[in-house]
């Protein structure tokens, strides 16, 4: 069954091997004798139909072991995403990993973070203009939730936001069963017709269960479209270790593990083949505050662990780490970012989702992005691990220099010292005392904001043609009329205005 | 080509540590019937200034710059080759690093970039004993001695080579820099030195002011 190992890079294992068959096989006696809740007559009747034992009754569906074993054998072993101009941009298989904004924020906070206010369209203009330029960051994501617009159009319109400033592929989700198929009809008018989107995939659409073990009718009704439409899914289980899950990170792996299989069984019986990627937000629950923490090490622990399942199904994995509690940018949030941010890599995972998000998953940040940004090149690095070819060992350099000997204007280090080290941008600083007092020292935070602010001083970037543009805005205008909606913030302008 | 083009492009390939292409600068404004003094000045050592302000900005890197001052030193010696006067130096300096110290990184970039600045540059090297610097600046008298020290167990030795220059009656003939990473203007005002510089640059900056040249 293990399609994926781990070699050939620094690796975190935190599961054995025998660990892994342990989980797989408590996860298809759940699915097998305990089933999974799926709130769509629709869906538990495709179920049947392809094998399930179906209470229809009680909503719920029973699935033999091969009918698990076939689905995940028939789930492609990776997916790659292009940009909305045809190119491919990354590649979610093996051990490749990127990096994503965190997505679907309430709010936006600028400067230390303090004071974050409810996310509006613009918001999410400057967030994906600013990840669009972010060089370690390689997806866009529908970042925030923007309150400046009616709710029925309240997903698709920060999809047309993200189209209209980035090509970067995009981590999305619908609010609504409708919602994704009009959020479809606009990736698809973006790249030239549903065809091409199918072979082409420029968006990922995040699905979640409700846990324990269940599916709502919209997420059941977002796979079978998504399985349609041949559109790449995420599942995103999110079991609270202790409150609507075990409390033990085992516990959470399998009730994951269990979750997540049910939604791959559901994406291959609608359509074998669906692009599926083997995701999760999961939170080890705080017993104190009853909050749900992204940023303590258990939460990060499980997620190695569910992605190591991932990997011995042969998945793309995706996790939601690289993110912090913290309530303001400060050291919390600088730990708890750094941990997950390393750790994700480290597991192998092929989206890691999470920069620019703290206050748990509620508030997004520009100042934030520009740091995590940081964080991922030192983790891009860490990843590539050490060249030990001989002329990077040195041995015949450091023979004929002999001791005393000055490296500083060497040839060798002229050749080698940008490829070997990361060089940061400008937020992180490593001047001595004395130049970092005469450049007005400045915290980090505040050299994140001069960088936000050099960006958005750039005029905005076309993303797209005049003619994708111009389809784009035919599709939203559509949707519109169908709402009733007249004027959005940020466009489409309406019919011959 | 006018000169001003050809000065900028000297420039440009300086920075970009491109020694033939600086060399072929350099023999189009000696074609040209440039001044060699005027090629140094507005060229070579313009370069060198931008380059140092660059590093200051965290533009370029030290072995980058490292390799326009080798650049920098061939076509100077190509400019003294093709004949006439050399630019006079503009002052001379004496560098080391103090008894105990075996670390001369830092020194030694200040004696490149002291060069390319237009100083002669004598490098006494690492180890040096006071006796030896005594010899040494009685022997070249240089207008300016930097002495280096990078632990705080030899930073002292700073102090011991300033009182012997006193006793020798050497003391107010030379300026006497410090530098090194344990090092401070307030350490250096205490043992009575002329000035303090925190990196090359500054090294370069320091001793242009003490003797009073651009």
């Given at each position: 069954m293990a399609r994926m190992g781990f070699d050939a890079q620094p690796k975190l294992r935190i599961l054995s091997d025998s660990d892994i068959r342990r989980i797989h096989e408590s996860a298809l006696d759940i699915l097998e004798n305990t089933g999974v809740m799926f709130r769509s007559d629709e869906a538990l009747k495709i179920l049947a139909g392809a094998g399930a034992v179906v209470d229809f009754k009680a909503g719920r569906a029973r699935f033999p072991k091969k009918m698990v074993l076939d689905a995940i054998a028939g789930c492609p072993p990776g997916v790659t995403l292009y940009t909305t101009d045809g190119k491919p941009a990354v590649k979610l298989e093996g051990n490749e990993f990127h990096y994503a904004p965190g997505s679907t924020a309430l709010k936006s906070g600028a400067g230390d973070g303090r004071d974050a206010k409810e996310a509006v369209s613009a918001d999410l203009r400057d967030i994906v203009r600013l990840v669009d330029r972010l060089p370690h960051i390689h997806l866009q994501s529908t970042a925030v939730v923007v309150s400046d617009v009616p709710r029925a159009v309240g997903d698709l319109y920060r999809l047309y936001i993200v189209l209209k400033y980035s090509n970067k592929p995009v981590i999305t989700g619908a609010f609504s069963i409708e919602g994704l198929t009009d959020m479809k009809n606009m990736l698809a008018a973006v790249v030239g017709g549903d065809r091409v989107l199918a072979e082409k995939p420029v968006a990922v659409f995040d699905v979640c269960p409700s846990p324990p073990l269940m599916w709502t009718d919209i997420s059941t009704h977002n796979i079978m479209d998504c399985a349609r439409y041949s559109l790449p899914v995420e599942f995103i289980s999110m079991p609270l270790s202790g409150a609507n899950a075990p409390a033990t990170i085992a516990g959470s792996v399998l009730q994951h593990t269990a979750e997540t299989l049910s939604g791959v069984v559901l994406a291959q019986v609608v359509r074998k083949g669906t692009p599926v990627i083997y995701g999760g937000a999961p939170s080890f629950f705080e017993m104190r505050f009853g909050t749900t923490p992204m940023g303590s090490v258990e939460t990060m622990m499980v997620d190695v662990c569910y992605a190591q399942m991932g990997k011995f199904y042969g998945l793309p994995t995706h996790t939601y780490t690289a993110t912090t509690d913290s309530k303001l940018l400060d050291m919390q949030a600088g730990v708890e970012s750094s941990l997950g941010s390393v750790l994700g890599a480290l597991g192998g995972i092929n989206v890691i989702s999470g920069p620019g998000m703290y206050d748990f998953l509620t508030c997004q940040s520009l100042t934030k992005l520009v740091v995590d940004n940081e964080i991922c090149g030192m983790v891009y690095r860490l990843l590539?691990?050490?060249?030990?070819?001989d002329d990077a060992l040195a041995l015949d350099l450091i023979k004929s220099s002999?001791?005393?000997?000055?490296?500083?204007?060497?040839p060798h280090t002229l050749k080698f010292f940008k490829q070997e080290q990361y060089v940061p941008g400008p937020v992180v600083d490593r001047r001595d005392r004395k130049n970092w007092l005469a450049r007005g020292a400045t915290d980090m935070i505040t050299k994140a904001g001069e960088a936000v602010a050099k960006v958005l001083a750039a005029p905005p970037p076309a993303s797209l043609s005049a003619n994708q543009s111009s389809a784009l805005d035919s599709v939203v205008r559509g949707i519109m009329k169908k709402h009733g909606i007249s004027s959005l913030p940020l466009g489409p302008e309406a019919a011959g205005a | 080509m006018d000169s001003t083009a050809i000065l900028e492009g000297l420039i440009q390939s300086v920075i970009q540590g491109d020694e033939d292409s600086a060399g072929a600068r350099v023999r189009e404004a000696l074609t040209a019937g440039m001044d060699k003094a005027a090629i140094l000045e507005y060229g070579l050592s313009e370069a060198m200034n931008r380059l140092g302000r660059m590093w200051e900005d965290g533009e370029v890197f030290l072995p980058e710059v490292l390799l326009s001052a080798r650049v920098f030193q061939a076509c100077a010696d190509a400019l003294e080759a093709a004949g006439g006067e050399a630019k006079a130096p503009v002052g001379r300096c004496m560098l080391g690093t103090v008894?105990?110290?075996?670390?001369?990184l830092g020194k030694n970039i200040v004696g490149i970039m002291m060069k390319t600045a237009g100083f002669e540059v004598i490098d006494l090297g690492r180890d040096v004993t006071r006796e030896a610097f005594v010899e040494a600046v009685k022997h070249h008298n240089p207008d300016v001695l930097g002495l280096s020290a990078l632990l705080t167990t030899t930073m002292g030795e700073q102090r011991t080579v300033i009182e012997c220059l006193v006793k020798e009656g050497l003391r107010n003939g030379v300026k006497v820099m410090v530098g090194g990473a344990p090092v401070s203007q307030r350490w250096a005002s205490e043992i009575g030195a002329d000035a303090y510089a925190a990196n090359a640059q500054e090294a370069v900056e320091k001793a242009r002011q003490m003797l009073g040249v651009r």
């Open positions: 590539k691990g050490v060249d030990t070819s002999g001791p005393g000997a000055d490296y500083l204007s060497n | 008894r105990g110290d075996l670390h001369d």
